[in-house]
C-alpha cells in the first residue's frame, strides 16, 4: 500500500516539469547514483544509472530522466 505518496521505495511525485510521475532512487554515497521514474501521463519509463558521485549528480540524472520521458 502506498501511504503519503510513499510505496515500497517508490515515491508518488512530480518531475521537473510538474507532470506526475512515480520514482524511486539510490546510491551508494560513493560510486554511484541510479534514478528509476514511470510517467503517468506520457506511458514511458526512464533509468538513469552513473558511476561517481558529483555536486550535481542528482539534478542532472532527474532532468536526463525528464527529458527520456517526454
Known sequence: TVQDGFGLGWVEGKDLLG???????????????????????????????????????EADVSEAAVRMLR
Open 19 to 57: 507532470q506526475p510521475i512515480h520514482w524511486h532512487n539510490g546510491s551508494d554515497e560513493a560510486s554511484y547514483y541510479a534514478l528509476m521514474a514511470m510517467s503517468l501521463t506520457a506511458d514511458r519509463a526512464a533509468a538513469v544509472v552513473v558511476t561517481g558521485l558529483a555536486g550535481r549528480t
